[in-house]
């Protein structure tokens, strides 16, 4: 995936079969962003990986003052590429469930 | 710091703890 700065890993291990998964995200180079970024840390989430969007885990953290209006694609692209190696890799996995 | 604060935001909890330097280390 590309560099966007932020990263996102797995915060529990993926069983494959729970459709909600937590992760956890933080900011690894500060200077990637376009917004003014305060240092939060580590920012642990649940994703739902079939009924929600990145993006709108995105919108939520910009709401939430974690980041700023300027990174919200950065933000949804960074968790969206995450979401789909986890996806893919359940693929792999298990091709039936998913 | 080393405190974890929780931020809710429409329905979704968001846990914030601090960055421990070994992370921020990582290639």
Known sequence: ???TGLR???AEEDDGKKSSIALRLW??????LKGKYKDNGVIEFSLDLINEN???VA????DSGFFHESDAKLLGKSIRD?????KWKREKQCPVLV | GTTTQVVHSAGRRF???PVPEARLKEP
């Open chain 1, 1 to 3: 995936a590309e560099d």
């Open chain 1, 8 to 10: 996102v890993e797995l």
């Open chain 1, 54 to 56: 990145p993006e709108d």
């Open chain 1, 59 to 62: 919108q939520e953290m910009i």
């Open chain 2, 15 to 17: 846990i914030v703890s």
């Open chain 1, 27 to 32: 900011v690894e180079d500060p200077k990637k």
């Open chain 1, 82 to 86: 995450r979401v789909s190696l986890i």
